[in-house]
């Protein structure tokens, strides 16, 4: 296994399946230690210059943000998102910072916690255009499930789950820390992980399939030394 120490350690990859629109999956064994305000496990975004179109992540997330974006209820989460939009009142996308920004869409969580001091196996996939994240093989969410009551934003959110490239973008794809060079170097210890992995897979396939939450898949036994 792996450990990184939350604080300055991550994996930089020089090179990445460019999976464009079709399906995938990344997946991982994990034994996080804390989880930090985006602890991410996958990431990349374009930086030249930044453009939050651009962006996904797979991380741990513990909320910071004034208006909450994990679940009801939730400290934690296990957390899906792409990119950043804009939208107007009727829940269409448009350019601009003075509308109404949604924080990662489509974004797609499960919590209300992330158990540390064990292992869990976390994977996401893209199958058929849906995103989805399982957890221990299970199918715990997915981006059709997004909570939101504007019709035109769930719209929104099954044509950005389906149309949003995974690739590496200028920045290279990391592992153990959120994407930003410039938010993570200046506020360390906020955006890494702090724990193990192990067993690591990309895939250009969705690995785990299922169609309603807690449809399950089986995986591999694991016995990871932490």
Not at 25 to 53: C, L
Not at 84 to 106: A, E, M
Request: glycine share 10%; with cysteine; charged share 20%.
């Amino acid at each position: 296994s792996i450990y990184f120490n939350g604080y300055d350690q991550y994996l930089s990859l020089p090179t990445f399946p460019d999976y464009g629109t079709g399906d995938f999956t990344m997946e991982s064994w994990i034994w996080p230690q804390d989880v930090g305000s985006i602890s991410s496990i996958f990431s990349s975004a374009d930086q030249t210059p930044f453009n939050k179109k651009n962006i996904w992540a797979f991380s741990l997330r513990k909320d910071h943000h004034s208006d909450t974006l994990l679940p009801s209820g939730a400290i934690q989460a296990y957390w899906l998102g792409v990119n950043d939009i804009s939208i107007d009142s009727n829940g269409n996308i448009v350019d601009g910072d003075t509308v109404k920004s949604q924080y990662y869409i489509p974004r797609v969580y499960q919590g209300p916690e992330v158990p540390t001091g064990e292992w869990s196996h976390v994977a996401v996939c893209r199958e058929d255009g849906i995103m989805k994240l399982f957890i221990n093989g299970e199918l715990m969410n997915s981006s059709l499930q997004g909570g939101y009551s504007n019709r035109a934003l769930i719209e929104q959110q099954k044509y950005l789950s389906s149309t949003h490239e995974i690739k590496k973008y200028t920045s290279s794809v990391t592992i153990g820390r959120f994407y930003d060079d410039k938010i993570s170097s200046s506020i360390s210890g906020i955006y890494y992980y702090k724990g193990y992995m192990d067993g690591l897979k990309l895939s250009e396939n969705a690995r785990f399939t299922g169609e309603n939450v807690g449809d399950t898949n089986p995986i591999s036994s694991f016995s990871g030394n932490a």
